[in-house]
């Protein structure tokens, strides 16, 4: 018999019992490790819970060209049992997912979480243009402030003693 998902609906969440949640948004792209990473680190030092969540998009044509998430609910969920089987005992966690516009699904997760921050992964870097349509977007949307995570920025391991 396989284990039962960890993965709920995230429109049927609650809030932490301390209220500290920090959310971290995933993509399925390679910049994921380093957003997930951060998240990680941030809500261990501030004692939270960490609220991992992915969107699956409504498709849309040409959304590959304009650089917007594809990927369907099938694979949002394997990526998100993956990364929280990694995660598993580094700190304490919820695992979403949801369908439709990542920026406002993202945005209104953070808002129903209280979250303290949103952390979302980029392929970009943080000069220049917008990182990604998404990051720009929930940099605009969010009800709480957003870190952005390059994804070649080099991530430290956290030093808890």
């Known amino acids: 018999m396989a284990p039962a998902s960890r993965v709920r ?3 049927d969440m609650k809030a932490a019992s301390n209220g500290r949640v920090v959310v971290c948004a ?7 490790g380093n957003a997930v990473e951060v998240a990680t680190q ?3 030092l501030a004692g939270a819970r960490l609220a991992l969540v992915a ?3 409504v498709p849309v044509a040409g959304a ?3 650089g917007l998430p594809t990927w369907t609910m099938e694979e949002a969920r394997a990526a998100l049992e993956l990364t929280a089987e990694r995660l598993d005992h580094r700190v304490d966690l919820d695992v979403y997912l949801d369908s439709g516009n990542p920026v406002r699904r993202f945005a209104e997760l953070a ?4 979250a303290l921050l949103l952390v979302v992964g980029t392929r970009g870097t943080l000069t220049g243009r917008p990182p990604s349509i998404v990051a720009n977007g929930l940099a605009r949307s969010a009800p709480c402030p957003v870190v952005i995570v390059p994804e070649a920025a080099p991530v430290p391991a ?3 003693r």
């Not at 995933?26 to 994921?32: E, V």
């Not at 808002?111 to 209280?114: D, F, L, P, Q």
């Open 158 to 160: 956290l030093d808890t």
């Open 42 to 44: 941030l809500a261990v």
């Open 111 to 114: 808002e129903r979480k209280r």
């Open 55 to 57: 969107v699956a998009p």
């Open 26 to 32: 995933i993509d399925g792209s390679t910049s994921d």
């Open 64 to 66: 590959r060209e304009w």
């Open 9 to 11: 609906d995230a429109r």
